[in-house]
C-alpha cells in the first residue's frame, strides 16, 4: 500500500519510510509532517527498536551534547546555566481562561508565539521520532506518546527514561505528542506551551530534562488532565514497596522535589521515585510507573547514606551525568559526594578550580539511569496489572511545624488535610528564590493544568470508589529546633516501619486532633527493631510536641485559599472540622500539647 506520506524535500531512508508505512496510522503521519513543515529539518530518523538506541548514543556524542567519561556507558552533559531547572515562568497551560495556580497564556496567541520561536529551528539539523508507551504494554494503564527533537541528549534520556514502544502505534491510535527543539538555546525565549486540547507540549530554547523531555513533567500535565476526567489519578508519586510481617506493602509516596522522595524509595523495593499511575480496580487502588528509569538529584548523595544510588552510579552502567564536575581523567564529582573534592574540572559553567569559592555542581545537577540498575527494583515494575496500594504518604520540607509521621482519620481527612494542605520549602529544582515556604498540594501544584478544586473532586471520588482503601500518612523529615534538625537521615526507616505496621494492624496509634500518631512505646521498640538505637523520651517530645498554634494557623491558612478558589464542599468541611478539633484541644490543653499527655 502507497503512503501518503508527504517528505516534503525531506532526507529520509528507505528503511524511515518503511517503517512508517508499516504504522499504518494517519494520526502518526500527519503529525510528522505538520512538525517537518514547521521545523524544516534536513533528515528525519525514527527511534521504534533497540539498534536506533546505539544510533542516538553515538549522536549525543558526535554533536558534543554528551561526552563520554572514562567508565563504561556513563557520559556527562551541561545544560546552559541559565537553565539548570524547571522554568516555571516560562511554563504556560494553553486556556483561554485565567485559573488560579495555573500560568496560562490564550491558546492562540500562546500556539502563535510557539510556532514562530519554532519556524525553522531545526534547519540543517537531524529531526529525531521516538515512540514510547508510558506505562507497561498490554495495560490498561498504558498511554502512548511520541516525543520529536533536534536533540540526541533528550532523546537519549527519554530511551532510558521509557520503554520504547513503536508496534502499539498500529491502526488509529491516539497518542500524546511532544515536539522539542534546543532552537538557538536563547534563554529570554525560552518556552514550554501545553495544549491540552490537542495533547500536545512544546518546548523550545531549552535542555534541562524538566523542561524538555516530554515524557516527564510535561506529560504529567497532559495525563492529570485526562486523568481527572477519566476519573483515575496522574500523580507526582514514588512507588515502593515495603517489607513487613506478612509480606510486602505497596505505598505511593509525594514529596516536593528535593524532599525526599527518592531516599524514601531506597528504603523499600522500588517501583517508582517520581511518577505513579493509579487506577481503581475491582475496588482496589493499584499502580504503575509510567517511566522505566530514573532522572534523580545528585548532590548529597553519598556511599554510607545512599549505598544503592551510589553503586549504580560507580558500576558501569548507561548513565547521563548533568551538571555535575567533570574532572581531568573523565570521572565526575559532584557536591555531597564522600569522594575527595578535586582541585579542577569542567562544569556547566566552564572551566571550574576549587580557589573560585563556588560549587564544583549545580544544586539541582541529575542522574539519569534504567530502573533495571537498582538492586532494590520490585519484581512487580512493569507489571501490566500494577501493585496494590495500601498506603499514601504525602511528606514535606516543613522546618517548624509538622510532626514527623501522623495518619489520617481517613481518606478523605488525608487527602484535604494532609496531601491537599502542603506547605513546603522551595528547592533548587525550580528556577528562581529558594528556601520559601510554598503552598504545595500533592507536590503537583507546578504540574497542574485545570483547576484544583476539579482535580480535588476527582481525588476525592477516587477515595469513594475504593473498596479497600489505603491508609494515608503525612511525613516530614526536616524538623527543626534551632538550627538543628530533630532527627536524623534514618529516622524515616522507622516512621515507615510504623505506617507497615499500621497498615498490618499490628500497632496502635494515639487520637489527637489532627491525626493519630505514634506512641512513645512503640518508637522505642521500632528504634531498636530498625536503627538498633535507642529512642529517649526527650528526643519524643520534641519530635512529637503538637503546636496547637501553628496548626491552627496552618489550617486557616489552607481554608482561606480552598474558600478564594470555591473548592468542593468536602474539602472545606474537613478542614473547618480540624480547626474545631484544634480549637477545642487549644482551648482543654493550651497551645502546646506534649505526646505525654496524650491519652
Ligand atoms: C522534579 O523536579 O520533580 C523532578 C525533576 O522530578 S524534573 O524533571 O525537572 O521535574
Ligand atoms: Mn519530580
Not at 217 to 243: D, P, Q
Not at 403 to 423: D, L, R
Not at 489 to 513: C, L, M, S
Request: charged share 30%.
Amino acid at each position: 500500500m502507497k503512503s501518503s506520506f508527504n517528505f516534503l524535500n525531506l532526507l529520509v531512508s528507505d528503511k524511515m519510510i518503511k517503517k512508517i508505512e508499516m504504522l499504518n496510522n494517519p494520526n502518526v503521519e500527519g503529525f510528522i509532517e505538520k512538525i517537518v513543515e514547521l521545523c524544516n529539518p534536513y533528515s528525519i530518523y525514527l527511534v521504534t527498536e533497540e539498534e536506533d538506541k546505539d544510533y542516538i548514543r553515538r549522536k549525543a556524542i558526535e554533536t558534543k551534547e554528551e561526552i563520554p567519561l572514562k567508565t563504561l556507558g556513563h557520559t556527562i552533559h551541561f545544560d546552559h546555566p541559565l537553565d539548570q531547572a524547571r522554568a516555571r515562568e516560562d511554563t504556560f497551560i494553553l486556556a483561554d481562561e485565567k485559573i488560579p495556580f495555573v500560568n496560562t497564556k490564550k491558546r492562540e496567541e500562546g500556539l502563535r508565539e510557539i510556532f514562530s520561536l519554532l519556524k525553522d529551528s531545526m534547519k540543517g539539523k537531524e529531526m529525531y521520532v521516538g515512540f514510547y508507551s508510558l506505562g507497561p504494554k498490554n495495560s490498561i494503564f498504558q498511554h502512548l506518546a511520541i516525543q520529536i527533537s533536534d536533540s540526541p541528549y533528550v532523546i537519549h534520556s527519554e530511551n532510558i527514561l521509557y520503554r520504547l514502544d513503536f508496534d502499539d502505534f498500529k491502526g488509529n491510535k491516539q497518542f500524546l505528542k511532544f515536539v522539542h527543539s534546543k532552537g538557538e538555546l536563547d534563554i529570554r525565549k525560552r518556552r514550554i506551551m501545553i495544549d491540552l486540547k490537542e495533547d500536545t507540549v512544546y518546548s523550545v530554547n531549552t535542555t534541562y530534562a524538566g523542561n524538555s523531555v516530554g515524557l516527564k513533567k510535561l506529560a504529567l500535565r497532559l495525563t492529570i488532565n485526562k486523568a481527572v476526567k477519566e476519573g483515575w489519578l496522574s500523580e507526582h508519586m514514588a512507588i515502593i514497596g515495603f517489607e513487613g510481617d506478612k509480606g510486602t506493602h505497596y505505598f505511593t509516596a509525594s514529596f516536593p522535589s528535593g524532599s525526599g522522595k527518592t531516599s524514601t524509595s531506597m528504603i523499600g523495593n522500588l517501583i517508582s521515585d517520581d511518577l505513579a499511575f493509579i487506577r481503581e480496580i475491582n475496588g482496589v487502588a493499584r499502580a504503575v510507573n509510567p517511566e522505566v528509569g530514573v532522572f534523580g538529584i545528585i548532590q548529597g548523595i553519598n556511599s554510607k547514606d545512599d549505598p544503592i544510588i551510589w553503586e549504580v552510579l560507580h558500576k558501569p552502567n548507561e548513565v547521563i551525568f548533568s551538571n555535575v564536575l567533570m574532572t581531568e581523567d573523565g570521572s565526575v564529582y559532584w557536591e555531597g559526594s564522600d569522594e575527595k573534592r578535586p582541585e579542577k574540572g569542567i562544569n556547566y559553567e566552564g572551566p571550574w578550580s576549587s580557589d573560585m569559592g563556588k560549587p564544583a555542581s549545580h544544586p539541582n545537577a541529575r542522574f539519569t539511569v534504567p530502573l533495571t540498575a537498582f538492586r532494590n527494583l520490585d519484581e512487580n515494575y512493569d507489571n501490566p496489572d500494577g501493585v496494590e496500594i495500601e498506603g499514601i504518604i504525602f511528606g514535606v520540607r516543613d522546618y517548624e511545624i509538622l510532626i514527623p509521621v501522623v495518619e489520617a482519620f481517613s481518606c478523605s481527612h488525608g487527602v484535604v488535610t494532609i496531601g491537599a494542605s502542603m506547605e513546603s520549602v522551595r528547592t533548587s529544582a525550580v528556577i528562581g528564590k529558594g528556601d520559601e515556604y510554598e503552598f504545595n498540594p500533592m507536590a503537583i501544584l507546578d504540574f497542574m493544568p485545570i483547576r484544583l478544586g476539579e482535580y480535588l473532586r476527582n481525588y476525592l471520588g477516587f477515595c469513594k470508589k475504593l473498596k479497600k482503601v489505603p491508609k494515608i500518612f503525612g511525613f516530614n523529615y526536616f524538623l527543626k529546633e534551632g538550627n538543628r534538625f530533630l532527627n536524623s537521615k534514618e529516622d524515616k526507616k522507622v516512621w515507615i516501619k510504623w505506617a507497615v505496621k499500621r497498615v498490618e494492624g499490628r500497632v496502635d496509634a494515639i487520637y489527637t486532633p489532627i491525626g493519630l500518631v505514634p506512641s512513645y512505646e512503640d518508637l522505642k521498640l521500632l528504634f531498636i527493631e530498625v536503627l538498633n538505637k535507642e529512642y529517649k523520651m526527650e528526643d519524643y517530645e520534641k519530635q512529637f510536641t503538637l503546636k496547637l498554634d501553628k496548626y491552627l494557623e496552618k489550617t486557616e491558612r489552607i481554608l482561606k485559599i480552598y474558600k478564594e478558589i470555591q473548592a468542593p464542599n468536602e474539602v472545606i468541611t474537613e478542614l473547618e472540622e480540624q480547626k474545631e478539633r484544634i480549637i477545642s484541644y487549644i482551648s482543654k490543653f493550651g497551645r502546646k500539647l506534649s505526646p505525654l499527655t496524650f491519652d
